[in-house]
């Protein structure tokens, strides 16, 4: 692991030299942990500009004996290698969502069924309480830590060329681009769509080319792809919302003593909540920029569209993957959904 605790032998040696040389040996103190922590979002996104806060406010709570490099821009490595990496104890956190975590850890997706939260007022109680605790204990069995507060990834929306999606039946045969995730793809076709699934990268070509007529993510996506600029419309369908967990390795977890585990959890979670405020905000302005841009939104309902789910059996298939015991959690959260 990348994590060196100084041995008993090194800190009583380091002692003795303070006090024969006095106080200058001081400055050269190390940190006790050095840790690398990687994420694919830019240095402007909310998570970054907050992990940055939490990594000084721990550094400075700790003394110094805990330093966090926190790297933006997949600066080493994409999603998979950097969940690899936190597993083998390369690096010693990552940040990303719960649907690309459920490769390891299956149930970390269920938060991301469509139509499971209408709005935030559903997602905190839920993230925050029984079904975040089952997730966490999820990653547990993966030998992770996930730490406390999900952090904000914000709800997804659909943006389209030729016309606003008002409700399921708008999306018969309609060409969307989707992740690439069985999630999604299952998603939308259980609502008669017909999802293809791109690289983000080569989603503004293929919206310009129409060989997909829509798109789906979160506004802060829409906006920072220019997406607007080969789209008309923009439905606020709310369809999935998804977070993203800040992981360690369990073993790395372990090793640090409880003080300081105390005070990295406290940095993490507290910037937590302040990277949902700033996500709160910025998508309220982001609509109105948008707007100016000359994307035309429409709000809709999302109960036609989980009737639909629910006539596709796309819950019932779901709840068949995940288990009575993860999806009766989940339900407890949301409402029946089956």
């Given at each position: ?6 041995t ?7 002692v ?7 106080p ?5 103190k ?15 996104h ?11 406010r721990?550094?400075?709570?700790t003394?110094?004996a805990?330093?966090i ?27 990303t ?14 938060n991301?069924?469509g139509?499971a939260?209408?709005?935030?007022d559903a ?9 975040g ?8 069995k993966?030998?992770l830590?996930?730490?406390?507060n ?9 943006t ?10 708008d ?7 989707v992740p690439?995730s069985?999630?999604?793809v ?8 017909a999802?293809?699934?791109i690289?983000?990268g ?5 919206l ?7 798109q ?7 906006d920072?792809?220019?997406f607007?600029e080969?789209q ?18 369990g073993?790395?977890w372990?090793?640090?003593p ?9 940095g ?15 998508n309220?302005?982001?609509?109105a ?8 939104f ?6 036609p ?5 629910r ?28």
């Open positions: 692991m990348l994590i060196k605790r100084r008993f032998l090194a800190a009583t040696g380091a003795a030299a303070a006090t024969t040389m006095g200058f040996v001081s400055k050269a190390a940190a006790d942990f050095s840790w690398k922590f990687g994420h694919g979002f830019p240095a402007t909310p998570l970054h500009v907050r992990a940055l806060e939490a990594a000084d721990i550094k400075r709570e003394n110094g805990i330093e490099d926190v790297l933006p821009n997949s600066q080493l490595g994409g999603d998979s290698d950097l969940l690899a990496q936190v597993r083998s104890g390369a690096i010693d956190f990552f940040s969502g719960g649907l690309i975590l459920s490769t390891l850890v299956p149930v970390a997706s269920i991301g069924m139509f939260f209408k709005d935030y997602v905190w109680p839920a993230m925050d309480g029984d079904l605790g089952y997730i966490r204990r999820g990653f547990d993966a030998g830590h996930a730490f406390e999900i952090w904000d990834n914000g709800f997804r929306q659909i389209t060329r030729n016309k606003p999606i008002t409700g399921p039946a999306l018969d045969n309609f060409k969307i681009r690439v069985p999630v999604y299952s998603l939308f076709k259980a609502l008669g769509a999802p293809t699934s690289n983000l080569e989603v503004y070509t293929a310009q080319t129409g060989v997909v007529d829509g789906e993510n979160p506004l802060v996506i829409a920072t792809a220019k607007h080969v008309k419309y923009c439905s606020l369908t709310n369809h999935v919302w998804d977070g993203s967990w800040i992981i360690t390795n073993r790395t372990k090793s640090v409880d003080d300081l585990r105390q005070i990295v959890s406290r993490f979670n507290e910037a937590g909540l302040s990277q949902r405020k700033d996500i709160a905000g910025l309220a302005a982001l609509r920029s948008l707007t100016e841009k000359g994307l035309t429409n709000q809709t309902d999302p109960e569209f989980r009737a639909a789910l006539k596709s059996g796309f819950y019932a298939e779901w709840k068949a993957k995940y288990g009575d015991e993860a999806w009766g959690v989940f339900e407890k959260s949301v409402g029946s959904l089956t």
